[in-house]
């Protein structure tokens, strides 16, 4: 009886952890006590997901790393770390779904927890003392953000931006063929969507035109800096720059030499976050998620797309819910995976 009553009632903690959760993630970039309209609504079989996914996985944290009830204030502690990290993953992956961008708020605030919790609870790293505990977090952490740095430098190597350079201008426009959908920018006989294009905030489309048109303004000679949600214009024969908002463009076209597209495949934000999952699950969690990651990265599209025969599966997709998912699956598996990978890898 006294099992069924813990059960349900760490289940009831997980669901009002998860309403805390979906507030934070519905109200973002404002605070989750911030009152007012959602920046993303969501369907009730959404909200439902996010609140039964936080509290099933309270619940399984509970039974997998519980104690003897007489030395619970020994376990408690490292379990509310634990609750801890899977809602900063649970929040920043729908976030990161949502925005294609990992708040700071979790990424900074989780790995500032990591460190002060693995000082005051080494158990948290598998560590007998608190130095010890806290040397691994920090150890931790500095392999998470150098292999996301080291994927960013090489992917930059390897891929970088696609630029294109044309003998003769080549038309070009962004239109948007309704308003439920999102605009798509074509050049010559290529169409991409915004989202092909603008994976990050901070990603620009850069454009030399030989003539622009922005709604009844007319350019010569210029440099265009697209953005998601702005443009700026520089022409080559005024010192001055033009910017603008797109939700004021109804019109955007123009006859263009050479244009950049944005190819970069991960962020910064990818890099604090796996920093912050090394801090909580050391070095080799960190190695463990981003190979983890990786690894659904690439299956899951590939196997969504062809169940149910749909381009949306192998579109654009951010990284972050792959690498907490990766690392939700060390924080529970850490044991066995240990005994599956030793004799392969010296770990």
Known sequence: MTEILAHSLIFLLG???????????????F??????????PSGAGRRALVILITASLYLAAFASFRGPWASWPSWGSLLVLQ???????????????DHFLLPHEITFG????????????????HEPARGRGFLASVAGACVGALLIWLVIQLGKLAFGRLSKQFKEPQAWSVTQPTEDQ????????????WEDIFFRPTDQLLLTCAELSINDQHHGPCELKIWRDRLEVQPRDHPDTIQ???????????????VVIPREAMGYGDLFLLAMIGSFLGWQGALFTLVGGSFLGSAIPLLGAAIFRSKEWSSKIPFGPYLAAAALIWLFF??????????????
């Open 182 to 193: 999102s605009p798509e920018f074509a050049v010559g006989d290529e169409t991409l969507s």
């Open 110 to 125: 989780g790995l500032a927890v990591g460190l002060g919790g693995s000082a005051l609870l080494p158990e948290l790293l």
């Open 244 to 258: 603008q908002s797109l939700e004021s463009v109804t019109i955007l076209k123009g006859q263009c030499t050479k």
């Open 15 to 29: 669901l009002i952890a998860g309403v805390g959760v979906l507030h934070t993630v519905e109200r973002f970039p």
């Open 83 to 97: 609750w801890i990290f899977i809602t900063l993953l649970v929040a920043g992956t729908f976030i990161d779904l």
């Open 31 to 40: 605070p989750f006590y911030r009152l007012g309209q959602s920046t993303i």
């Open 334 to 347: 850490r044991a066995w995976l240990l005994d599956v990978l030793t004799p392969f890898f010296v770990i």
